[in-house]
């Protein structure tokens, strides 16, 4: 019903940049909340940034002041740019939408497949 597809993940030197991407697309009724969550290896996945669909964001401490999410609600994608990147920013990122499909059904959650971001020291 609602598929998200993640790009732009990659290897970078400690200090680089990276932008991620979500595209949305399928039966989507209306959006809530979209945002960026990441799991590293043998930890819980976590939030990393979240946005509203009036534009209200809110970030995990560790990434104030280096990543940015921002949505192009027209074209349904979500996007994550990180600067100044640390090895501790390494694992995998998930996109998520929480939304409706109609307006009959309750809100879910969608995922992502995920992918890796991996910086180097």
């Known amino acids: 019903q609602v598929q998200l597809v993640e790009s732009g993940g990659g290897l970078v030197q400690a200090g680089g940049s990276l932008k991620l991407s979500c595209a949305a697309s399928g039966s989507i009724f209306s959006i809530n909340t979209m945002g960026w969550y990441r799991q590293a290896p043998g930890k819980q996945r976590e939030l990393v940034a979240g946005?509203?669909?009036?534009?209200?964001?809110n970030y995990a401490d560790s990434v104030k002041g280096r990543f940015t999410i921002s949505r192009d609600n027209a074209k349904n994608t979500l996007y994550l740019q990180m600067n100044s990147l640390k090895p501790e920013d390494t694992g995998v990122y998930y996109c998520n939408l929480n939304g409706k499909v109609t307006v009959f059904r309750p809100r879910n959650d969608y995922w992502g497949q995920g992918t890796q971001v991996t910086v180097s020291s």
């Open positions: 946005i509203t669909s009036g534009g209200i964001t």
